[in-house]
T-cell receptor
Framework: AQSVTQLDSQVPVFEEAPVELRCNYSSSVSVYLFWYVQYPNQGLQLLLKYLSGSTLVESINGFEAEFNKSQTSFHLRKPSVHISDTAEYFCAVYTGFQKLVFGTGTRLLVSP | EAQVTQNPRYLITVTGKKLTVTCSQNMNHEYMSWYRQDPGLGLRQIYYSMNVEVTDKGDVPEGYKVSRKEKRNFPLILESPSPNQTSLYFC???????????FGPGTRLTVT
């Protein structure tokens, strides 16, 4: 069965510092990979996705993630975070039949 | 505005009292899912539906029922709620099986 591992449950960082949220997946077949963000007291929103093509994908608010097939990773990065990036971030892998398997989430805490 | 709505947003009930959480989407999406979110466990899929009258179990279906009589609605039914079903529930829809999922705002359920 496919699974997603987010090793860091919480990542504290200062504003304007770079950040990397790690995500590893296990799969024996081709995958679609996603990052979703959940702001406090809200539902999840799609941040970015990898379906095929370029292994580097970007979001409109400065996040990027790189699909690394050999390391089965899809880490999320941002070169300079803002207070407003404080949220919980979920990595997910599509397994077929609308089955999206989520990681346990990483809470990003940005402080001044 | 394209959206997924859920009702109620908050619900406190007692063990054994049947309840229904409604979910509706206005995007004409084929696919809909229910998830529960628990601390440290991320999101786990309860049930999903690929079309009207087509539903299937997700990872944690025990104690839940769903129906898909209309394309836009996908209610979640707890026939006899128990305290271990205390959780945050999300409904989601997508146009395609591997496409972006649009999440509702969540329903926080407490079963005493």
């Amino acid at each position: 069965a496919q699974s997603v591992t987010q090793l860091d449950s919480q990542v504290p960082v200062f504003e304007e510092a770079p950040v990397e949220l790690r995500c590893n997946y296990s799969s024996s077949v081709s995958v679609y990979l996603f990052w979703y963000v959940q702001y406090p007291n809200q539902g999840l929103q799609l941040l970015l996705k990898y379906l095929s093509g370029s292994t580097l994908v970007e979001s409109i608010n400065g996040f990027e993630a790189e699909f690394n097939k050999s390391q089965t990773s899809f880490h999320l990065r941002k070169p300079s975070v803002h207070i407003s990036d404080t949220a919980e971030y979920f990595c997910a892998v599509y397994t077929g039949f609308q089955k999206l398997v989520f990681g346990t989430g990483t809470r990003l805490l940005v402080s001044p | 505005e394209a959206q997924v709505t859920q009702n109620p947003r908050y619900l406190i009930t007692v063990t054994g009292k049947k309840l229904t959480v409604t979910c509706s989407q206005n995007m004409n999406h084929e696919y809909m899912s229910w998830y529960r979110q628990d601390p440290g466990l991320g999101l786990r899929q309860i049930y999903y539906s690929m079309n009207v009258e087509v539903t299937d179990k997700g990872d944690v279906p025990e104690g839940y029922k769903v129906s898909r009589k209309e394309k836009r609605n996908f209610p979640l039914i707890l026939e006899s709620p128990s305290p271990n079903q205390t959780s945050l529930y999300f409904c989601a829809s997508s146009l395609t099986s591997a496409g972006e999922q649009y999440f509702g705002p969540g329903t926080r359920l407490t079963v005493t």
